[in-house]
């Protein structure tokens, strides 16, 4: 099986959702991409995923570019702009998973880590319901 999850800047709800799949279907290939991607995986998103014993720290953000001639099982997207980027890539099924983009949060140092901590259980809630 083979999957592609995608948002906005591949840093953060897509690399989560992509530790989340990677642990609940080992066997499967597993990609993320993003449409505007960032330089680095957020470091919020890595500590938070490293509470739940996911190390995400070997994944990096990708252009969705890179898989638009490829075809999939699954596309699984988080925002509204990488559901549009992935009309044209080949899936059997395409989801589009509402979930609060975490990046742009500011406040304290806690108050950031708590949004992303309840964007993660987020992810991993919808993750654990999908039937691959």
């Not at 680095?40 to 996911?54: G, R, T």
């Not at 059997?92 to 259980?121: A, M, Q, W």
């Amino acid at each position: 099986m083979k999957i592609l999850v995608a948002c906005t800047g591949n840093s953060c709800r897509s690399q989560m959702a992509e530790g989340f799949i990677k642990t609940l279907v080992p066997s499967a290939e597993i990609f993320s991409a993003g449409v505007k991607p960032e330089k680095n995986i957020s470091s919020y998103a890595l500590k938070v995923m490293s509470e739940k014993d996911i190390d995400i720290s070997g994944q990096y953000p990708k252009s969705i570019r890179k898989f638009e001639t490829e075809s999939f099982d699954y596309i699984i997207t988080f925002s509204e702009s990488a559901e549009n980027a992935t009309l044209n890539i080949k899936a059997k099924n395409k989801l589009f998973l509402k979930v609060e983009d975490p990046f742009d949060t500011t406040g304290t140092n806690s108050e950031i880590l708590e949004k992303y901590r309840k964007v993660r259980d987020d992810i991993e809630g919808v993750c654990k319901k999908l039937t691959f």
